[in-house]
């Protein structure tokens, strides 16, 4: 009798390593999944997105219409629809924008980005929060990326004593 107890304190001692080692080896194989499927997700790579949206920003409130060599912009001044050719390209969409004519932010912003933003790139131009311009190729609610920035925008309407600004000018890069 004593034996047989002993041998079932032995079974059970065996009993409880191997249920300890296996609940050790299901963590190891639990936590390298984690690992595995953490290290293998991809995270949206938005440092080109962020780049693109900031210098398109920047070069739309930096270059002034003078600088550029564009004919839609050249025939504008030339019929005095822009009288400022040191307004930059923001300012004179803005301008466009509060003396009521979006057709003519819209032609103008339309003409100058086309080749400035890769076509893979969608993005859109917001004055005010309102919509003056869009190249959308997929939804921007379904893009890996969506990046955004601001600019204020101050300026003279038709050289006159008319000051506008700040006004809020957004553009919204995505892919």
Do not use: C
């Not at 047989?4 to 059970?12: G, T």
């Not at 997700?41 to 600088?67: H, N, R, T």
């Not at 025939?75 to 629809?81: D, I, P, Q, V």
Request: aromatic share 8%; proline share 2%; no cysteine.
């Amino acid at each position: 009798m004593k034996m047989q107890i002993q041998n079932l304190l032995h079974a059970a001692k065996k009993a409880q390593y191997l249920t300890i080692d296996a609940f050790i080896a299901s963590m190891i194989v639990a936590v390298t999944l984690v690992i595995v499927l953490a290290a293998r997700s991809s995270q949206p790579y938005v440092a080109q997105s962020e780049l693109i949206s900031k210098g398109f920003a920047d070069s739309l409130s930096q270059v002034k219409l003078k600088d550029l060599n564009n004919p839609l912009v050249i025939n504008l001044s030339r019929n005095g629809t822009i009288t400022n050719l040191d307004n930059t390209v923001l300012q004179q969409a803005t301008e466009f924008y509060i003396t009521d004519n979006k057709g003519q932010a819209f032609n103008l912003l339309r003409n100058v980005t086309q080749r400035l933003i890769a076509p893979q790139y969608s993005f859109k131009i917001l004055i005010n929060h309102d919509l003056i311009y869009t190249r959308a190729l997929v939804n921007e609610n379904t893009s890996v990326t969506l990046i955004s920035s601001k600019k204020l925008v101050f300026g003279v309407i038709n050289r006159t004593m008319l000051v506008y600004g700040p006004t809020t000018a957004e553009v919204i890069v995505w892919q």
